[in-house]
Every structure is written in C-alpha cells, then in structure tokens.
C-alpha cells in the first residue's frame, strides 16, 4: 500500500521536538517498518498561514508541490496528521478529491468556540472542510473523540490509544548509575526527574507549579534531588525560582535527545510533572516503560497515560500540596513505590504499545483504500 503522508502542523524533520512530533514520525516509521510506502508529500506549515500574503504565497507554493509530488506517486491513500484550527489541512482535501484518493486523518481536533474569532475563525472553518471531507479518521485521545462526534458519525470514527514503541524506553540500572555518578548524586539519595520544554504558557506554568509542590514536600522533611531535563525561552526565569525555593535542590541538565532519556528515567525513583494542560504527554509514557512511578495532575489527558494507584499517582490540582504529599508518601514507602514501578512496562506493553496501535491503522487504511 502506497500511503502519501502529511503533516500541516510539523513536518517530519521539523528541528524543534515535541509530542506531535514524536507521533508523526512513528506512524511513518511503522507503516513502513509493515512494508508499506508511506512518504511525506510536502513540507508546507499551514499554522496561521492566512495571516499573511507571504502565508499565502506559501499555501498556493505548497499545493503546486503537494499536486506534483502526489501525481508522481500514486499513493492508494492520502493521510493527514493533525488537523486542527491553527494548523488546518487545506492540501488533502483538494489533491484527494481532484486525483480520487481516499482521504483520511489521524488525530484530527474539533471545537467550535474556534468559529467565534475573529482570529480563529478561518482556521476553524478550513479545518471543518478537511473534516467533513475525509473518508475516515482516527484519534488518539477520549476528549477529541468526542468533541469529533459532534460533525462526524461514529462509523467514520476509530479510536487508537496513545502509546509509544516499548522497546525504545526499557531501564537499564548500570546506566542509571552511570548518570547518578556523572552528577555526583549519592546511590541512597532520593534522585526526582522531570522532563519538559521550558517554553511560555503550560510547560511554563507545570515547571513553576512543581517547584512550589516540591518546596512544600522540604517542608515536610523530605531530602531529594530533581533534575530537570529541558530547554527554551523561560530557562533563565526557572533557574531564578529555583534557586529562590529549592537551593541545591535541583539540576539542570539541559536538552537530552529522546533515544539518551532512558538514561535519565533509568536513575530516578520518581518521575514528577504536573502536566497542565496536557492534551496526553508522551513523558509519562516513556517514565513507565522505564519502570519509574509518575506523579503528575489529574487534569486534562494524563489520566488515559498514567494508571492512577497502579502505576503512578495523580493529585488534585490544589496549588502543589497534593502533589507534595504524593510524594513525600512513595519517597517513604519503597515497597509501593516499587509496585508502582513494576506495573509501569507491564501497562505500556499490553495497553500502550504502538505496535499493535498501528497494526490496526494498517489494517483500515487497507480496507480504506481497497474498498475491503
């Protein structure tokens, strides 16, 4: 099966990760590790791209590449991931139907305070179109499969559970050791990790939120150190409130590439992000493949990644002292906490595991596009 890929948000070799990101590459890297060609068709960044005439310029650019590429291709289908207000797919719904090729979208989003904008609104309704026009679409998050009812029958609907490749993320003790040494944090020091982009907004807002949760858990008498793993615009501003709160408490590590975290999951005892705002959050993901207990919020889309009382702990989001106590209780209870760390990759083999996700896309974008 030829599949024609697109991804209007990030392409495939966009040089800032994230989340998107990381999903985008995986369902191209496994649809083609099946044996299936599943090739970008265009680079183009629809995000805002109405804003301008350059923006403009580029879309009708990007239509002209996305038309040429496609016709010299032959795909059997066209598939899009992430559709979504800022970023709207306004190639595949056009090249799809001028050239016959089923349409379909992966992890689309849908929400129509987006049409009351003046901003949004042309976002909103390009998105819509791609919407109504596909064949069929799947989602990979329980709120956005049901924002996607209100325009799309169920029979148009799949639902995959977010997941991540298990073998990508397994704990190795000698290199968790290896690392504990390499910052000079004693084997019998209780070792916190968090990962994140230090960047404006809700990474931002987690970051600051888990440094007061974490000052409140000193007050409670609990010695640790947390490395926090990340960079961005708001590094100066961390390091401050830090230093102001947890003197010589915590590490910054700076960026660490996605295939050397398994190092870093490897040495602590608790992975610990709030995760505001998380739609889902990949972190959590990799930190039980690793065998790391996750304490985190219960907000948004963690509770569909993390496992709550069977492999981490999630706390109201009461400004820090829930989350606090969460982990003062496991750093004082290594036999929960080690409960919760060995159901992490048995939870991320058999229910998140990307594998098996993907294997179903397959299958339906076969009976998509074969009309099976």
């Not at 049409?115 to 990979?140: Q, S, V």
């Not at 080690?338 to 009976?367: C, M, S, V």
């Amino acid at each position: 099966m030829k599949i024609a890929f697109y991804c209007p948000n990030k392409p495939l070799l966009h040089p800032h990760p994230s989340g998107d990101l990381v999903i985008a590459r995986g369902i191209a890297e496994e649809l083609n590790r099946a044996g299936h060609t599943c090739r970008e068709m265009v680079t183009f960044r629809s995000r805002w791209f109405w804003k301008s005439r350059r923006g403009w310029r580029n879309a009708l650019e990007g239509l002209r590449a996305a038309w040429r590429t496609t016709r010299a291709f032959h795909p059997d289908v066209w598939l899009t991931y992430h559709t979504y207000y800022k970023s709207p797919d306004i190639l595949g719904p056009l090249i799809s139907r001028l050239q016959n090729i089923p349409y379909v979208l992966f992890q689309p989003m849908y929400a129509t305070k987006w049409r009351k904008r003046t901003e949004t609104r042309p976002g909103f309704a390009l998105n819509r179109f791609a919407l109504m026009t596909c064949r069929h679409a799947f989602a990979n998050n329980q709120d956005d499969l049901e924002a996607l009812r209100r325009v799309l029958p169920d029979e148009k609907l799949t639902y995959l559970p977010p997941g991540i490749f298990p073998e990508d993320f397994q704990r190795n003790e000698a290199a968790g050791r290896t690392l504990r040494a390499l910052y000079g944090i004693a084997p019998d020091t209780p070792l916190l990790l968090s990962v994140a982009r230090f960047r404006p907004g809700v990474k931002f807002e987690s970051l600051v939120y888990l440094f007061n949760a974490l000052a409140l858990a000193r007050k409670m008498g609990q010695d640790f150190i947390c490395l926090v793993a990340g960079d961005g615009a708001m590094e100066a501003e961390l390091r401050m409130l830090a230093e102001s709160v947890l003197p010589r408490r915590v590490i910054f590590t700076g960026r660490v590439a996605r295939g050397e975290l398994h190092r870093f999951y490897s040495a602590a005892d608790l992975f610990v992000f709030p995760g505001i705002g998380e739609s889902l959050g990949m972190v959590f993901l990799e930190a039980q493949a690793c065998g790391l207990p996750v304490v985190a919020l219960n907000t948004g889309g963690i509770p569909q990644v993390v496992q709550a009382g069977l492999t981490g702990l999630l706390a109201p989001q009461d400004g820090g002292e829930a989350m606090a106590q969460a982990i003062h209780s496991l750093l004082r209870d290594p036999g929960r906490r080690a409960a919760l760390a060995a159901a992490g990759p048995t939870f991320i083999r058999d229910e998140r595991n990307l594998h098996r996700n993907y294997l179903e896309l397959a299958r339906k974008l076969e009976r998509i596009a074969f009309g099976r």
